[in-house]
Structure formats: structure tokens, C-alpha cells
């Protein structure tokens, strides 16, 4: 069973290999200086705790199988200062043999229900990610036909998820 919670300081080293198991295949392929594997624990732990994140811990029964981490304030590649309501999902990773089983999904619907004041979820990842792009459309996301190049090669396309009522 997949249930999220809020990271905890003891979560981050193992969130830390998670990230770069995760995310590394995707900077070999775009050599991106923003890819999160190229971060450290330290990373990690200044955002727990800090107004401007929240960060949680994905669990498949009580093993840590992934992160996620959404920006509550501040700016955004695509659309620039969030408004109240507006959260920006920066990153969500998985344990590499444990992708495209729906965890990502799973855990982006639990983790929606903790922002009660949600009107509008945004998401970007680069263009040619098609397992990005059918986890996000499955969690109900949905293109708003912008791009951005981020750095040469890498064209990062932008989503977004309307809640239809406040909670």
C-alpha cells in the first residue's frame, strides 16, 4: 500500500539516494545543471521545515520508495510568483525498479489532499519524457501548451491541475 508523509530528518539520506538513482539516467541524457541527482542530503534538509516547501516522504507499506517535494511560495519557471491557492510540484521521484507501477500517481493524489486550500497545481518536466507525461495526465494534470527551453537540448513543457472547489 502507498501512503505519503511528511520527510523527516531520518529520511534524508535514503531520500538522497533515491533522488540520484532517479534522477541521474535523466541527466545523462540532457547534461542539465538544475537535475536534482546532482544534489546533495543537504539539499534535502534545508527545505524540511522552511515555509516555502513541503516535502514528503513516499512509503509502498513501511519502505521509503521515493520523495516529493512542492514549492508552497515563490516563483516558478513558468509562471512566476505562485498566488494563494497555487503550488508548484518541483520534483517527484521513485526508486528506479519501482517506476511506471502508478506510485507516482498514487502518491501525487495523496499529497494533494494535504494543500486544503488548493485551487491550482503546476508541474513542468522536459518534452520527450513520455513516462513523465502519462504519470501527470493520470494524476489529473494537463497540458497548457507552453514550453521553455531551460538550457540547450532541454525544452521543459508546463502543466497544470485546477481543483474545482476548495477543500
Sequence with gaps: MITVRPTLKSDVDILCGLQKAAFLPIYAQYHDQGNPGLRGAEDISRRLGSPLFRYYTILEDKDIVGGILYR???????IGKLSAGEYYLMRIYVRPDLQCRGIGKKAILLCEKEFRDATKFYVDFPKELEKNRRCYEDAGFRSTGK?????????????????????
Aim: charged content about 25%; some cysteine.
Design 72 to 78: 508552497c511560495e515563490g516563483s516558478t519557471p513558468f
Design 147 to 167: 514550453e521553455l527551453e531551460a538550457e540547450p537540448g532541454l525544452v521543459l513543457v508546463m502543466y497544470e491541475k485546477t481543483v474545482m472547489s476548495v477543500r
